[in-house]
């Protein structure tokens, strides 16, 4: 069985008025590292929730492990570990004896806590309480908490939120850790692609609801390329086009669109086309819903 999780036209309101999902198709195949991408309101939790039973299903199928969620749910979540909302966590405890209270509600052994201590690193913070510790360590506790019943599957739901540059490394390193030697398939959500393209193989990006794009991340760094274009006229343009063959130039009623990749790429066609004695009139970067959705995926926000 290599499904892990497929949603097949799933369609949520919150009101009657307002749909929050359209036609959700989730495929998160075994071994995947799965990130979940869109804008804030896009979608994400609630997508979220429904696969983990915390929103009642209104429209649309859930499988997970091959089975049917709704008639199997009890157990399929037992193979499930998930971080969607803040765990509570108590502060004047240490990671150990916050592990331990979860540990005796998930029925847990003694050497699973031991072993999911030491997976997260925190297994040397000795007397260090909860309050003590930095928003990545009690990030990696919560991961911890997840951990217990040693899923086959994690969902972490926006889990590099506020974390400093140090956090986020130690969250990939921890997530492509139990992804690899642990054999987890894992589907994480967040607004940043930058945030979790070194830590993906596939992607998943939702925008108003809807799923506007699913596949490999090297599709998805396909794609973005292909999306970039730069709108050219000159006093030329069929000689333009011949200028600019390597870019794959195509005529527009009076100006040229050639894909680029970066600003590099402006500069060289700007350059060529001078070298040939074209005058250039108009020399634009265009972009289009897709790239702006791109753009906002990618830019750090404060
Ligand atoms: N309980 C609710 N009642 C009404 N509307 C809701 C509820 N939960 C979410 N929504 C709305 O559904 C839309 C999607 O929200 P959701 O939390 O799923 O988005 P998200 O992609 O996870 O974004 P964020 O990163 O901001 O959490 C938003 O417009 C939100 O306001």
Avoid: C, W
């Avoid at 939702?206 to 050219?232: D, P, T, V």
């Avoid at 894909?259 to 972009?287: F, H, M, S, T």
């Amino acid at each position: 069985m290599n499904n892990i999780i497929k949603t097949i036209g799933l369609t949520h309101f919150h009101s009657k008025k307002s749909k929050t999902l359209s036609d959700i198709n989730l495929k998160i195949d075994k071994g995947q590292i799965y990130g979940f991408l869109g804008p804030n309101g896009a979608g994400k939790t609630t997508t979220l929730r429904l696969i983990l039973g915390l929103l009642k299903t209104q429209q649309g199928k859930i499988e997970i492990f091959g089975q049917d969620f709704q008639s199997n749910r009890i157990d399929i979540l037992k193979k499930v570990g998930s971080l969607i909302e803040n765990p509570s966590l108590y502060g004047h405890l240490r990671a150990d004896e916050n592990l331990e209270v979860y540990r005796k509600l998930y029925g847990a052994s003694k050497a699973r806590l031991t072993e999911v201590l030491k997976i997260v690193g925190l297994d040397n913070t000795a007397k260090k309480k909860v309050k003590q510790f930095s928003l990545g360590m009690k990030q990696r506790l919560s991961v911890a908490l997840a951990l217990l019943p040693n899923p086959e599957l994690l969902i972490l739901d926006e889990p590099a939120n506020g974390l400093d540059p140090t956090g986020i490394i130690e969250l990939r390193e921890l997530v492509k850790k139990l992804n690899k030697e642990h054999g987890m398939t894992i589907l994480m959500s967040s607004h940043q692609l930058t945030e979790i393209e070194k830590m993906v193989s596939h992607v998943g990006i939702i925008a108003k609801g809807e799923m506007i794009f699913q596949g490999s991340l090297e599709e998805l760094h396909l794609l973005q390329k292909k999306q970039a274009k730069l709108l050219i006229r000159t006093s030329d343009n069929v000689g333009a086009i011949s200028v600019l063959k390597a870019y794959e130039p195509e005529q527009l009623d009076d100006a040229i669109s050639v894909a680029y990749q970066n600003e590099q790429d402006i500069a060289d066609i700007g350059r060529k086309l001078y070298e040939k004695q074209l005058d250039i009139y108009l020399l634009q970067p265009v972009q289009n819903n897709l790239e702006q959705l791109f753009m906002d995926l990618t830019t750090q926000h404060a």
